[in-house]
């Protein structure tokens, strides 16, 4: 189970950072991911790292801006997103996906950026 967390009301230019918290078993081996639904948009890719953490990626429109961290031991996965912009708000979903494939969704965390 995936329990995100960490979202809320700021400002255009503010930060946040969400947790996304893994229970029940460990996702060591799993690369773990962020995702965003914005109201009315299709859910989209914003952030991923590999099991190991060696590797990250980001979307174009985030790059620069948010970071994604993992810690293994507290099996929990971060995003710090900077400079957020009022089109940052959406709801932030976790995913974590092991090597064969199967994936595993956390409930959503809203983030609201006034302008």
């Known amino acids: 189970q995936l329990q995100a967390s960490g979202g809320g009301l700021v400002q255009a230019g503010g930060s946040l950072r969400l947790s996304c918290a893994a229970s029940?078993?460990?996702?060591?081996?799993?690369?773990m991911g962020w995702f965003r639904q914005a109201p009315g948009k299709e859910r989209e890719f914003v952030a991923a790292?590999?099991?190991?953490?060696?590797?990250?990626y980001y979307a174009d429109t985030v790059k620069g801006r948010f970071i994604i961290s993992r810690d293994i031991i507290e099996n929990t996965v971060y995003l710090k997103m900077n400079s957020l912009k009022p089109e940052d708000t959406a709801v932030y979903y976790c995913?974590?996906?092991?090597?064969?494939?199967?994936?595993?969704w956390g409930q959503g965390t809203l983030v609201t950026v006034s302008s």
């Open positions: 790292i590999s099991w190991s953490g060696g590797s990250t």
């Open positions: 029940g078993r460990t996702f060591s081996s799993y690369a």
């Open positions: 995913k974590a996906v092991n090597r064969l494939g199967s994936a595993v």
